[in-house]
C-alpha cells in the first residue's frame, strides 16, 4: 500500500471494472466514505455486480441500477426497500455459508471495500466493528481498498491486518453507522418472563436481532456465569456484563471472553470494544462453525421469526414476494444448541401488525428453520416445547400459544388433514 489519499482524490475507476463484483462488510461494517464514491462514480465502471448482507444506510436506492447490479442475502433495514422494487436478487443462504460461496466465486469479489480502525503501535489494523465474511473476501478479491477512520474501534480480532493487505487506503473521517437497541414494551416482556425458566444460569448465548431478543435479554440481569457466543452483539451485552451476568467463565471454550462476529450498536459498545481483550470478532468459519459450537456449554440461541406454522416450520425470510428477514445464522444455531443439549427458542408476537395470525395453517414464504429442528416456540401467551413431539402435539401446542382469537379457525384448517383434533 502506498501513502493513503483523501477520499476526495479518489477515482474508483481505477480499481474497478465494468463487470467487477463488489462486496464490503455487512450493517455497521459498511465503509460509508468508499460506497458513497462507489455510487457516485458507478457510470465509470457499468455492470458492476454488489453484494449486499444485513444493511442500515441509505447509500443505495433502486435508481442506481442504472449501472449497478445487487445480490444480497435478503431484506433485512434498509435492504427491504431494494428487496421491494426488485433489484436486490436474494441469495437464499446461511450466512455461514458466505464465506464458501465468496471462496467459491459464486458470490464474485474482484474488489473489497474494507472499513479498518487506524493501527496501534506495531502498526496493526483492526477490522474494527465486521469480521465474519470479510477475511474470505479478502482472500479472493484482486483489489482490497481501504477506508481508514479514527470512529472505528480498535477490536481485538482473530486475524490482524496490516498496511501491505491493502490495494488503496483512503482517510475518512465519515461517522460510521450506528444500531441502537431494538425497543421493546410489554408483550416483548412478557414473552421473556414465559421463557425465564428454560434460560438457566452458566447458559452461554447467542442472540438474534429485534425487539424480543433484546427483552429476553433484559430480563437475564439477575442471572450469573452466563457467556456469549454470538454471531452478532449489540449494546444490551454490555449491560449484562456491567450487571454481573456475563463473565464468560463456564462456556468450555474461549473462557472470559465474549465471542461475536460483528458488534451491532452505538458509540457505547464501539468505546466498549475498543481495545478490549474480553471482547473479539472471529470470521463465520468460528463463530458459526459446529466444529466450534460442539464445545460450547448450554447453549442457548435466541431468534425470531416472521410466521411459525402448524407442525412447526419457521419462516424468518419473506411473505411473499416481500423479502423482509434472511436466513442469517438461525438455522446453524438452532441445530447446534440442540444437538449439544442446550436450548433452542424462536419468539415472536403472536398477531402482526394488522391482527393477523403468526401462528398459521401454511406458511405464506419459504420454510427457513425446519420442523425436525424446532425447539421451543414462545409467544406472549405461553411457550410450546416441539422437540421429540408429534405432528398433532404439535398443532395443540402451537395452537395453545396463538392468539385466543384465531385459535379456533387454526384448529379447523388442521383438522382438514388431522380430522381426530
Known amino acids: 500500500?502506498?501513502?493513503?489519499?483523501?477520499?476526495?482524490?479518489?477515482?474508483?475507476?481505477q480499481y474497478i471494472r465494468p463487470g467487477d463484483g463488489i462486496?464490503?462488510?455487512?450493517?455497521?461494517?459498511?465503509?460509508?466514505?468508499?460506497?458513497?464514491?462507489?455510487?457516485?462514480?458507478?457510470a465509470s465502471y457499468s455492470g458492476a455486480q454488489v453484494f449486499l448482507a444485513t444493511g442500515f444506510s441509505h447509500t443505495f436506492s433502486p435508481e442506481h441500477v442504472?449501472?449497478?447490479?445487487?445480490?444480497?442475502?435478503?431484506?433485512?433495514?434498509?435492504?427491504?426497500?431494494?428487496?421491494?422494487?426488485?433489484?436486490?436478487?436474494?441469495?437464499?443462504?446461511?450466512?455461514?455459508?458466505?464465506a464458501s460461496l465468496l471462496a467459491g466465486g459464486q458470490i464474485p469479489c474482484d474488489v473489497l471495500l474494507l472499513s479498518v480502525s487506524p493501527p496501534n503501535a506495531r502498526g496493526e489494523y483492526s477490522f474494527g466493528l465486521v469480521n465474519d465474511y470479510v477475511q474470505a473476501?479478502?482472500?479472493?478479491?484482486r483489489v482490497v481498498i481501504a477506508e481508514i477512520n479514527p470512529a472505528i474501534p480498535w477490536s481485538h480480532c482473530d486475524r490482524l491486518l496490516r498496511a501491505e493487505d491493502f490495494s488503496v487506503a483512503v482517510h475518512s473521517d465519515v461517522a460510521p453507522l450506528e444500531l441502537p437497541t431494538a425497543a421493546f414494551g410489554e408483550l416483548e416482556q412478557r414473552i421473556a418472563q414465559h421463557l425465564a425458566p428454560y434460560i438457566p444460569e452458566r447458559a452461554t448465548l447467542q442472540v438474534g436481532i429485534g425487539a424480543v431478543p433484546e427483552a429476553i435479554l433484559a430480563s437475564l440481569a439477575e442471572r450469573r456465569g452466563m457467556g456469549i457466543h454470538s454471531g452478532m452483539i449489540g449494546d444490551s451485552v454490555i449491560d449484562l456484563i456491567e450487571s454481573g451476568a456475563v463473565d464468560n467463565a463456564h462456556k468450555g471454550v474461549d473462557a472470559g471472553v465474549t465471542i461475536t462476529g460483528v458488534l451491532f450498536g452505538t458509540q457505547r459498545l464501539y468505546r466498549y470494544a475498543h481495545e478490549n481483550r474480553a471482547i473479539r470478532l472471529c470470521q463465520t468459519g468460528y463463530t458459526h462453525h459446529m466444529?466450534?459450537?460442539?464445545?460450547?456449554?448450554?447453549?442457548?440461541?435466541?431468534?425470531?421469526?416472521?410466521e411459525v406454522d402448524l407442525t412447526g416450520q419457521v419462516n424468518a425470510e419473506?411473505?411473499?414476494a416481500q423479502h423482509i428477514g434472511a436466513v442469517g445464522g438461525q438455522v446453524d444455531f438452532v441445530r447446534a444448541s440442540v444437538q449439544t443439549g442446550g436450548v433452542s427458542i424462536i419468539a415472536l408476537a403472536a398477531t402482526g401488525r394488522n391482527g393477523e395470525s403468526k401462528i398459521t395453517a401454511?406458511?405464506?414464504?419459504?420454510?427457513t428453520t425446519a420442523r425436525s429442528d424446532v425447539d421451543l416456540i414462545a409467544t406472549e401467551y405461553g411457550v410450546a416445547q416441539l422437540r421429540g413431539r408429534s405432528l398433532r402435539e404439535r398443532v395443540r401446542a402451537l395452537t395453545a400459544i396463538a392468539a385466543p382469537e384465531h385459535r379456533d379457525a387454526l384448529l379447523q384448517a388442521a383438522r382438514a388433514t388431522w380430522s381426530d383434533l
Not at 502506498?2 to 474508483?12: F, M, R, V, Y
Open 1 to 13: 500500500m502506498n501513502t493513503p489519499i483523501s477520499l476526495d482524490a479518489l477515482d474508483l475507476a
Open 23 to 42: 462486496v464490503f462488510g455487512q450493517g455497521v461494517g459498511e465503509p460509508l466514505g468508499l460506497t458513497a464514491k462507489l455510487v457516485e462514480q458507478r
Open 66 to 98: 442504472d449501472h449497478l447490479r445487487f445480490k444480497g442475502t435478503g431484506g433485512i433495514g434498509t435492504m427491504r426497500k431494494l428487496a421491494s422494487t426488485g433489484v436486490l436478487d436474494p441469495i437464499p443462504c446461511h450466512i455461514s455459508a458466505v
Open 137 to 141: 473476501a479478502m482472500a479472493r478479491a
Open 291 to 306: 466444529a466450534t459450537l460442539l464445545n460450547v456449554h448450554n447453549l442457548v440461541s435466541i431468534n425470531s421469526a416472521l
Open 318 to 320: 419473506a411473505i411473499g
Open 362 to 367: 401454511q406458511l405464506a414464504g419459504p420454510v
